[in-house]
């Protein structure tokens, strides 16, 4: 082999592609890295939301050890343990109790160390692979596989290889630890008020795999399709349905999905239990409820001169959250915003006392669903727009 044979193969690798062609390249290959994450590590492996053929789940496996290194137990009981802990001072990497820079540029560094928490491994990370392939390569030789991930790359692209492989090592660190697990508990849009911060960053999951819908994630935690609302996209779902339309994987959860019984004149027992199980669509759908009464008070406001004083937006916003998360200085301005409007009053009541229906464990059935009856018929008889027909939406559930 001549001299220039050799410069050529170190400048353009065996595949002699150009830059743009390298750079779109490199996306496809970090994007199957975040399909392996979220379809393996996460839905498949942390939540059992979906089973996997061998075929697929041990390409993941092989395919994360090269560029990621990750050990899939770590993963595993590392992400258990956020959700069983989410945003107090045992979670894992939570932005709410270690700051938003924290988490977002040093994300992999908390990982890592919560990694060598021997305890977390024990405690959460049952039911990984523990076969012999996983003891004596994967877990035992985890950064070899990037390390082969790295000539690998410079094969093929020549020293633009380096480039192209240091892109793969800090995509997941980035992307993964430092958006979801930052980004995802600090901004965003809430389609549900989950007990934790989590946030979809935007409706289109595509980027990060369908990560990106993280409020419906820590809403339904278990379910393997993360997209909720109807203009929401969830690319990692597609991929799970087309492998078990072709029986290389088998859904086994998803969220529930409310039905109606719009003949239906007063609550019962189906009822009840259809509102407990479908508790976060009941309070999505009593959120807007007071969005349209809030909307329907400042309608009735004669001198608008006294808006911002007597309705501010922020006061609004508490509202529709969870009374129980309100601190001292919020509950005080309710109660202010009250002195101008019982109407909002009476919503913020009812919606205190909807949520006891499932806290209330030592209550009988039939105590219940008396319970449940004698809201809607004051919701109904309260005069209040938007609370009636809630009150008429919330009976028909079956």
């Not at 430092?178 to 901004?187: L, T």
């Not at 001169?305 to 508490?318: E, H, N, V």
Request: charged content about 25%.
């Amino acid at each position: 082999m001549d001299l220039s044979a050799v410069l050529d193969f170190i400048s353009n690798g065996v595949t002699g592609v150009g830059v743009w062609a390298t750079v779109g390249i490199t996306l496809i290959l970090t994007h199957i890295t975040i399909a392996s994450v979220t379809i393996f590590l996460h839905r498949h492996q942390a939540h059992r939301a979906l089973e996997l053929h061998a075929i697929p789940s041990h390409f993941f496996r092989f395919w994360l050890w090269m560029t990621t290194g990750q050990v899939t137990k770590e993963w595993a009981a590392i992400h258990r343990k956020h959700h069983a802990k989410c945003d107090t001072e045992e979670d894992p990497h939570s932005p709410v109790t270690k700051g938003i820079k924290k988490v977002f540029w040093e994300g992999a560094e908390l990982y890592r160390a919560e990694s060598k928490n021997k305890e977390t491994l024990e405690k959460y990370g049952h039911g990984t692979p523990d076969d012999w392939i996983e003891k004596n390569l994967y877990s035992k030789f985890s950064w070899q596989g990037v390390a082969l991930m790295l000539i690998i790359d410079f094969i093929l692209f020549g020293a633009k290889g380096i480039t192209v492989w240091a892109v793969q090592m800090l995509w997941i660190p980035v992307t993964a630890a430092g958006i979801i697990n930052g980004v995802g508990h600090w901004w965003g849009y809430r389609n549900y008020d989950c007990s934790d911060a989590a946030t979809n960053i935007i409706p289109w999951g595509i980027i990060i795999g369908g990560e990106e819908l993280h409020n419906n994630h820590h809403t339904y935690a278990t379910s393997a399709k993360l997209s909720s609302k109807w203009y929401e996209f969830d690319i990692g779902w597609g991929y799970i349905r087309a492998m078990e339309m072709i029986g290389m994987a088998k859904v086994k959860k998803m969220p529930p999905k409310p039905k109606f019984d719009t003949a239906k004149v007063k609550a019962d027992f189906e009822t009840l239990q259809s509102v407990i199980a479908n508790r976060y669509d009941v309070m999505a759908k009593y959120a807007k409820s007071v969005k349209h009464a809030w909307k329907e008070e400042l309608a009735q406001l004669t001198d608008k001169s006294q808006l911002k004083a007597r309705f501010p937006k922020s006061s609004r916003k508490l509202l529709q959250r969870e009374p129980g998360k309100l601190e001292a200085p919020q509950k005080q301005q309710l109660v202010e915003l009250f002195q101008h409007s019982k109407a909002l009053e009476t919503m913020h009541n009812m919606r205190v006392e909807l949520g006891m229906l499932w806290e209330r464990s030592h209550f009988s059935r039939d105590e219940l669903v008396h319970k449940l009856q004698d809201w809607c018929e004051r919701a109904e008889a309260s005069g209040i727009k938007s609370l009636q027909e809630f009150s008429m939406r919330l009976r028909s559930y079956a």
